[in-house]
């Protein structure tokens, strides 16, 4: 027997003991996984991410050859030819609108303006990102976490500050999560309890089909049109919503919406995590991009719930503000926040329905959002 | 500094062109709204057709819920300035002769195959047309919806429609006589 292969054994112990930050990564790590389980804190991504985080950090061979364009690992595989090209996140996309019912917003389309309000976030963090030091490509996808969608956020990442894609992501996913912790005070600091208080009538008209048919083909056109860069991302987002309104394909759109969407959300989520290691993770940047993250939130919800009022100004027909925090597309989180909230000021108001709109635009305006600044910077 | 200069003006693009396009998107599913319009006729059009579509094994249970659909559609068209009179409706191919009284005065009288039955509100009579129509009517449509839209709206923005009947608080109690 070679004495000298069983001392090896132990070589992971004494990796350990050379770099305690590692032990740090691990707990990091296992925190999340405790947060996904027992706190139900966006658990099909926070369980991934956190073992991916521990994965890396006890293994680091598995993303070897990642950053050099040959991959050797098998996340190092997923990562290169799934994550850094942006197949999975827009595959992702594909299945989130198959999941999608964009109804609530066609009824009253008043709501893509509330959509677009929430993206103010994205841009005033972008400039403080840019005042604190970051360049300018991880600016736009430190502010891009304010439009709280992850599959645009992961793919600019990818594309503008790969460098960046753990931290950045780890982020946009978390404070997805923490959406009914951050929202509800600034909501409560920016309305009246009267205002909160106002009741909704249900949708105004029904949509029919033909209509529900055309809305993903112009989006995408138009989209297209306007802003070419952010046709991958709409598209993908329009397409997956035709395969369910179609009513022809609906083994097509069961499957983007089950299974599919669930392998790639898996893959990504431990891809992510493989991305800190405890050198690329620990350092200043990343509680810097944290806090940016948050403060985008904070604007974008603001930035909803004052459109809306603002729209008030001009309807016979008050629109509940509430409803415009749920312009973050942060889905469905968002809109159930804008539902307790209504509830909490009036026991017979039901906005759920009426935040979805908002919520649902939110995530074409961080799509469009993400295209400019791939538009401009890339 | 040249840096936040350049941000400066990608953000000033940015917003406008997320704006544009968001704009661009509310005016185009506007117009799509006016071209593609379908409110206020499914129940209008069945039951001037003198049925209610309905898929087989699907129908009411007994002639109360056959009352709460009359009062409900009553209801619905007076909100349109359109009587129901007595027109027989048809659920799920059955025929019911109903007549139902007059909505402003509390409770209502609703007949059906000559049963008899008085409806109100937690027994205190029926709110005037003017306000319990628009909700009536657009329950109805509500109902058309699938479970998911009535767990979004459920009891406190008035009743709602389940096989067993108007349910909810603020439920209308169809009561036989």
């Known amino acids: 027997m070679d004495v000298g292969n069983l001392s090896d054994l132990a070589a992971g112990f004494k990796d350990l ?45 598995l993303m070897e050859g990642a950053f050099e364009g040959r991959p050797e690992g098998i996340l190092a595989w997923i990562y290169s030819y799934g994550i850094k090209n942006g197949i999975i996140p827009l595959l992702i996309f594909l299945g989130v609108g198959a999941m999608a019912d964009f109804t609530p917003l066609l009824s009253r389309p008043i709501y893509f303006l509330f959509g677009a309000a929430a993206q103010i976030g994205v841009f005033i963090v972008f400039l403080i990102a840019i005042a604190a030091g970051f360049e300018i490509e991880e600016a736009a996808c430190v502010g891009i976490i304010g439009g709280s969608d992850g599959p ?227 | 500094m040249s840096d936040l200069i350049e941000g400066l003006r990608i953000s000033g693009v940015g917003v406008g062109a997320v704006f544009g396009t968001l704009a661009i998107l509310m005016f185009l599913m506007m117009g799509m709204g006016r071209v593609f319009r379908t409110d206020g006729v499914a129940v209008e059009e069945v039951v001037a057709a003198g049925g209610v579509e309905a898929k087989v094994g699907e129908g009411p249970e007994d002639t109360v819920e056959v009352a709460a659909i009359a009062l409900a559609l009553a209801s619905y068209m007076k ?15 059955v025929n019911y002769q109903v007549e139902v009284g007059d909505l402003s005065r509390s409770p209502v009288a609703v007949v059906v195959n000559g049963g008899s039955y008085r409806a109100s509100v937690d027994g205190e009579g029926l709110p005037v047309t003017e306000q319990i129509a628009p909700v009536l009517g657009t329950q109805m449509r509500d109902t058309q919806r699938g479970r998911n839209w009535r767990s979004a709206y459920p009891l406190a923005q008035g009743a709602y429609w389940d096989r067993r009947g108007w349910a909810g608080r603020g439920g209308l109690g169809v009561k036989r006589e």
């Open chain 2, 79 to 93: 909100e349109r300035g359109k009587e129901l009179g007595g027109r027989p409706i048809a659920i799920s191919g």
């Open chain 1, 17 to 61: 003991g050379a770099d305690p930050r590692i032990i740090l990564m691990v707990v990091i790590g296992g925190v999340l996984i405790y947060l996904g389980i027992a706190k139900g804190f966006e658990p099909l991504l926070l369980l991934p991410i956190g073992m991916g985080i521990i994965l890396v950090n006890l293994y680091p061979p």
């Open chain 1, 152 to 378: 645009p956020t992961v793919y600019i990442t990818a594309i503008l500050a790969p460098q960046l894609l753990g931290p950045i992501t780890l982020a946009a996913y978390a404070y997805m999560a923490l959406v009914p912790i951050i929202q509800p005070p600034i909501v409560r600091l920016l309305t009246t309890k009267k205002e909160r208080a106002i009741v909704m009538k249900p949708e105004s008209r029904e949509v029919s089909r033909r209509g529900a048919l055309a809305f993903p083909v112009l989006s995408f056109v138009t989209a297209a049109v306007l802003i070419p860069r952010s046709a991958p991302l709409v598209g993908m987002l329009m397409f997956g919503n035709l395969l369910n309104v179609s009513g022809v394909t609906h083994r097509l759109a069961r499957s983007a919406s089950t299974v599919f969407i669930d392998v790639l959300t898996f893959l990504l989520g431990l891809c992510v995590g493989a991305l800190m290691s405890a050198e690329v993770f620990l350092r200043p940047q990343t509680l810097a991009i944290l806090g940016l993250a948050a403060l985008a939130f904070a604007v974008s919800t603001a930035g909803g719930v004052l459109m809306a009022k603002f729209v008030n100004l001009f309807r016979k027909e008050p629109i509940n503000p509430v409803i415009g925090a749920a312009g973050v597309s942060a889905v469905p989180m968002a809109a159930r926040v804008a539902q307790k909230l209504g509830q909490e000021a009036n026991p017979e108001n039901f906005l759920l329905m009426h935040a979805m709109g908002p919520n649902m635009a939110g995530v074409i305006a961080t799509s469009v959002a993400a295209g400019i600044f791939l538009q401009i910077l890339s």
